[in-house]
């Protein structure tokens, strides 16, 4: 019948307006946060807590008792917890070392655990090729070799935040050739070669006292002077009496200005040293005590059975390193009289005399014998050989130089952060201050496995 729908018609008209109402008013659903915003809260309730207890700075830097205290205070089941610092020294230091066998197990007996601010850093050394750099946060390179055929892979490396310490010398026929001339001397390290004096350095002594946290030398400047050196007793003797550990006295020797001067653990807070060189104990130091051997200061920062710290004072300078002894047949440089030593001439090759940190000091004039590059993506410094094709013996204040320069150009973030999808970390700035002031970012993460 006309003006009759039929009941087919009707439910298509309806179904129709259903359709195009869903279509023109989407319906609206709202997700909440709150469950993130309670796992932040957590966080930052747990961070707090460790700061009000005085227990942050230890467990940013001891994973194991972070984790023993987050499970305690965490009692969700199947949480995920982890923690990671960033900005300062991390407690396991992987240095990758172009060095021999034996250059390694020296470094590692010599700088191979340094206690600081109450934490034990320990710089774990591993062989590395330069084509081929394992995963690490400072690379040294010892000894003289050409680098530019290894100029990516180096460049690579310092833009990941890794930093690079060569102990270099450049000896032999055209030695200008050798830095001028390599283009990772030039551009990564920053360096040029000028001459090869014939001259003596008297003694090497850092350029200045750095005023600023702007300049580049204020950082290893402030390590050297804060780290205290580990000194570790090679033997026990009975040659003290009065001394009370048991089984007898830990006897080691501090080495400075070429000479051996011994000390022996007397007590867990205090050692005997011998401060005139005539190898007998005539000075008792208590921890945090000042005392003096061939007129430089040097305080007792802490004492161990198997170890001691000892800090340098601001006063110190170090004996000849940048100088060496020329073979039978190398040429002497043009105009120079005839002699056996030798000094390079080597100078920032921006000729920015504040990357320069150490000097070695002639009567004719000064002559880099450290020298930084400190860029927003590089951390280098180049340093003589030490130890002269090891005809030299390296020393206790130069051991510490450079355990200076592996903290200070070594990668402050950590390598193998912890990242979930669904987790959340909050992030603190936080101080501490005993041997040397650290500030830095510590992060707490938590996650649910899913």
């Given at each position: 019948m006309k003006g009759v729908i039929s009941i087919v018609e009707f439910g298509i008209a309806a179904l129709s307006l259903i359709i195009i109402f869903n279509i023109l008013f989407p319906s609206i659903s709202y997700e909440h946060k709150w469950e993130d915003a309670l796992t932040i809260l957590k966080a930052r309730d747990v961070i707090i807590t460790l700061d009000r207890i005085g227990k942050l700075y230890r467990y940013s830097f001891d994973s194991t008792e972070l984790s023993n205290f987050l499970d305690k205070v965490i009692h969700e089941e199947k949480m995920i917890k982890?923690?990671?610092t960033e900005g300062t020294f991390k407690s396991r230091i992987i240095v990758a070392c172009n060095c021999t066998k034996e250059q390694i197990s020296d470094l590692s007996r010599w700088i191979g655990t340094i206690k600081l601010n109450d934490r034990y850093v320990t710089l774990d050394f591993v062989e590395s090729k330069l084509n081929e750099i394992p995963v690490s946060d400072v690379l040294i390179i010892w000894g003289y070799k050409p680098l530019s055929p290894y100029y990516n892979t180096l460049k690579n490396y310092v833009a990941e935040g890794n930093g690079i310490i060569e102990l270099m010398d450049f000896k032999g026929t055209n030695p200008e050739d050798k830095v001028n001339n390599d283009i990772v001397q030039r551009e990564i390290f920053g360096i040029r070669y000028d001459t090869r004096d014939n001259d003596?350095?008297?003694e090497i002594s850092f350029s200045k006292k750095p005023q600023s946290v702007e300049e580049k030398i204020y950082f290893p400047f402030k390590i050297f002077f804060h780290i205290p050196l580990p000194l570790i007793p090679t033997t026990r003797v009975f040659e003290i009496p009065e001394c009370t550990i048991p089984g007898g006295q830990p006897k080691g020797f501090f080495s400075i200005k070429g000479k051996k001067f011994p000390y022996w653990i007397c007590t867990t807070t205090s050692v005997w040293f011998d401060t005139d060189g005539d190898?007998?104990?005539?000075?008792?130091?208590?921890?945090?005590?000042?005392?003096?051997?061939?007129g430089y200061n040097f305080t007792l920062s802490y004492v161990e059975e198997s170890r001691i710290g000892i800090k340098f004072h601001e006063n110190y300078i170090f004996d000849d390193f940048l100088s060496y002894i020329a073979p039978a047949g190398e040429p002497s440089p043009p105009g120079k009289a005839l002699g056996t030593r030798r000094i390079p001439d080597i100078y920032p090759s921006n000729n920015d005399t504040e990357r320069i940190l150490l000097f070695g000091i002639s009567s004719t004039k000064n002559y880099s014998a450290c020298i930084l590059n400190i860029t927003e993506i590089s951390r280098v410094a180049w340093l003589p050989e030490l130890s002269?094709?090891?005809?030299?013996?390296?020393?206790?204040?130069?051991?510490l130089l450079l355990a200076t320069l592996i903290l200070d150009m070594s990668n402050k973030k950590e390598k193998e952060i912890f990242r979930i999808h669904e987790g959340r970390s909050v992030s603190y700035i936080n101080v501490f201050n005993k041997d040397i002031f650290e500030v830095y970012e510590f992060k707490l993460g938590i996650s649910r496995p899913y």
């Open positions: 982890w923690g990671e003596a350095v008297d190898l007998i104990a005539d000075k008792l130091v208590s921890e945090g005590e000042k005392f003096e051997i061939e002269k094709d090891g005809t030299r013996v390296i020393q206790d204040d130069e051991k």
